[in-house]
């Protein structure tokens, strides 16, 4: 399975983004999606993921203000993301795992099988 992350850029604080992630490949075999985020010298951090079946699951650092979904037909996986905060800067990951599990046990980057490239997001404040 390949992903290609796209949508990243530039914005002020309170703006909205809306990431993209395209999947390609064996994507028969995914059955979980997720973004995660990483800054310099820090662990990549658990943003949202979501099910086969459209459950989600979300951080509470974002619940409320990001949006997980994916389009089957279309092996995309969005972010939407509003109110973004300076706080909020970092490279954003999409991930994809290959066996089902519950939801809110899956939040360890070691617990997904492919990612992609990462794009950047910066707000400023």
């Known amino acids: 399975v390949q992903l290609q992350a796209s949508g990243g850029g530039l914005v002020q604080a309170g703006d909205s983004l809306r990431l993209s992630c395209a999947s390609s490949g064996s994507t028969s075999n995914v059955y979980i999606l997720g973004w995660f985020r990483q800054t310099p010298g820090k662990e990549r951090e658990f943003i949202a993921t979501v099910g086969r079946t459209d459950h989600t699951y979300y951080a509470d650092s974002v619940k409320g203000r990001f949006t997980i979904s994916r389009d089957k037909s279309k092996n995309t996986l969005d972010l939407q993301m509003i109110s973004l905060k300076p706080e909020d800067t970092a490279v954003y990951y999409c991930?994809?795992?290959?066996?089902?599990?519950?939801?809110?046990?899956?939040?360890?980057?070691?617990?997904?099988?492919?990612w992609g490239q990462g794009t950047q997001v910066t707000v400023s404040s």
């Open positions: 991930a994809a795992r290959s066996r089902s599990k519950i939801l809110s046990t899956i939040r360890d980057p070691n617990q997904y099988d492919f």
